[in-house]
Each structure stands twice: as structure tokens, then as C-alpha cells.
């Protein structure tokens, strides 16, 4: 039977971040045995039944556990315990030359994430959700065959990933503060009550967005801008480090990403008719051509929210899970990368909008 449950440490609750370590050239990329065993984290309570079919798929692939390539699989029992979880898996592969390893979606592989980097050991993604930005922007096969098969090399290819952050935490899809949090929330209590699926997504979403909101009063400093701060009421402020969804936005500012930098893109408060206005636009890709949208690229960037926000705190949503933190907020590009394990054909390619469903 795999490794199945492993008790949280209490240095790996939320709201914890690993040193930051400043990346070099080739020589950071972490150390790895041949054949290095896998750590595979997973969070057992997004569903019983996906948790015996990814068992089943490692032992069909890697050989059973003992026999074959050596793995295990560490099931946290609720999301809270999956940084604790995590974190044991870094110690066990820095002990070994092993990979760590997310199964889950970008919210499980946020939480692993935020325990790999800048500890020294490389990074392996199963994508187990249901957009799995992360993976495709990467290459990542979202298939679970092919994606154990790619992180089964005997030699792993590994490739440099850039990560957000914010006021040390990690982010690697998106991180937002308003409008979206609140449609999060939202929507996990229409799921609790009507099951998991698009269409009650889709549904919660219309719900949400037909409500009123309150803005929020931002001030932002960054070395991108023309002036010194800028001023605005947003129903939402999103931080992008995905040119995946960038760019699937229509967003030039996705090649910003791929450069090295962060992309904020801030909505004032619209009503119903003009919140379906700039979604519409988005889901033709022409978001950078409406005119309620205030957008820039970035390294660094301050957020002040008011002085009741910053005594209360700001709820984000960090990679789609629901987080609070206490303004100011201080974005940029975390100083240490994730060493990803990639197809062998892509260690090379810069890192760029790779469709995994493209690419495969």
C-alpha cells in the first residue's frame, strides 16, 4: 500500500513561506540521483475515488510500491494539511536527489509549490483539475499516463519557472483581490448545495456577478508606471503570471510574462450589463481592446487598500484558493524559480505559452 498519511508539522501551516533563495545560471538546477524517486503529494479530500485512481495509475506505470521505480504517494486528508505534507516531501527528496511531486489542481499545486521554492530540489506536476493553466502554459502532458511517464526519465529534463508573489506567498497562475475572491466563495457554496460541475459554476458565476459590490480604493506604486502612484476604485485588481490565460484573454501583456515580469490588469466598478460587457471581451481574447480595463507589466508593485482594509486584511485568491493578508501588498517576481520537470523536448524552449493539448 502506498504512504498514505503523514501528520502536519506545525512550521508548515498556512500563511508560511520557504526562504527565497536568488537564482544563477545552470549551475542552481538542483541535485537528482538517476531515476530519482518521486513524492507525490496529493490532496485526498478533493475525492476518494480520484485518489485509488491516481494509486492505481502510479503502480500501473512506476511497478507497485517497493518494486519498480521508487515513489510514494502522500495523501493529505484536507487542504489545510496538504503545506505540512509538503514540506516532509521536500525534506525526504533533498535526502535523496528526488523530485516532489503535485497531483491536483492549481490550487494543490500552489500549496506544494510554495514548500518546493528556492529549497533546492526539483518540481514535477500531475494535473488532476479542471483548467490546469499551470501545466498546459508549461507542456506539461494534462494526461496522467503521459505525465507519469514524463516524470519516470531516468534523467529528468528540467526547465527554470518563473513564480509570483505576494507578501511571500506564492502564486503561479493568477492572484486577485475583489470581485474574484468573492465569485470563489460564491461559487463553493452553490457547489455544496447543487454538486460540482461547469454548468453550476457557470451558474454561480451569473449569480455573483448580478449582485452589488463594494470597490475598493487602491493605491499603487510601481517602477512600471508613468508617475509616481496611481489612484483608482476597482471592483477587481488581477495579477497575471500566466501567459496561458493572458494570452487566451487577448492581453499583450503575456509576453511581459514571458519576459520576466508580472501583469496587473484592474476593473472600475461596472454594473451587471457592463461586467457581461468585459467578460464577453474576454472570452473573444479582446480584452486589451476595452476601455474599462487599466492594465501595465511590472517587477515590483505596492498596493495600498485604505487604512480599515489594512487593519482588517484583504481576502485574495491566490491560484483560485481563498487567502487573507494585510495591505500594503507587495507584488513581484519571487527571486528563487521552480526547477519543473518537463518533456525532454521542451527542457530547452524558453519559457513561453506552451498548450500542452498544442504541444503533445
Known sequence: MPDLTIPSRADGALGTSPPLSRPG??????????????????????????????????????????????????LAE??????????????????????????????????????VLGQGVAFGVLPRGTFNYFARSQGV???????????AQERPALRRVQAGCVNGRVFL?????????????????WKQRLGRSRLVAAFAALVSLWREHRPYALGIESEALARPALTLRASTLIVGNNPLQ???????????????????FALPPLGPPGLMRVLLDGALGRLAESDDVTRFAFRRMTVHAGRRRARRGVKL?????????HP???FGVAPAVLHLVVPPHLAGVRDATLDSEATA
Do not use: C, W
Open 328 to 330: 500594503p501588498l507587495l
Open 141 to 151: 502532458p494534462v494526461d496522467l499516463a503521459e505525465g507519469i511517464d514524463t516524470l
Open 173 to 189: 497562475v493568477n492572484a486577485s483581490i475583489g470581485l474574484y475572491p468573492r465569485l470563489l466563495e460564491e461559487r463553493e457554496m
Open 317 to 325: 485568491a491566490l491560484d483560485g484558493e481563498i487567502v487573507k493578508l
Open 25 to 74: 545560471g545552470p549551475a542552481d538546477a538542483p541535485p537528482l540521483a538517476t531515476a530519482p524517486p518521486l513524492f507525490i503529494v496529493a490532496n485526498a479530500g478533493s475525492g476518494r475515488q480520484d485518489s485509488a485512481a491516481l494509486a492505481e495509475a502510479l503502480a500501473a506505470r512506476l511497478g507497485p510500491p517497493g518494486e519498480g521505480r521508487r515513489h510514494q504517494l502522500l
Open 246 to 264: 493572458l494570452a487566451r484573454l487577448g492581453l499583450p501583456e503575456a509576453e511581459a510574462v514571458v519576459d520576466g515580469e508580472l501583469a496587473a
Open 78 to 115: 484536507a487542504g489545510a494539511s496538504l503545506p505540512g505534507l509538503a514540506a516532509e516531501a521536500v525534506r525526504r527528496a533533498r535526502a535523496s536527489g528526488g523530485v516532489v511531486v503535485a497531483a491536483g489542481g492549481d490550487g494543490t499545486i500552489n500549496a506544494v509549490a510554495q514548500q
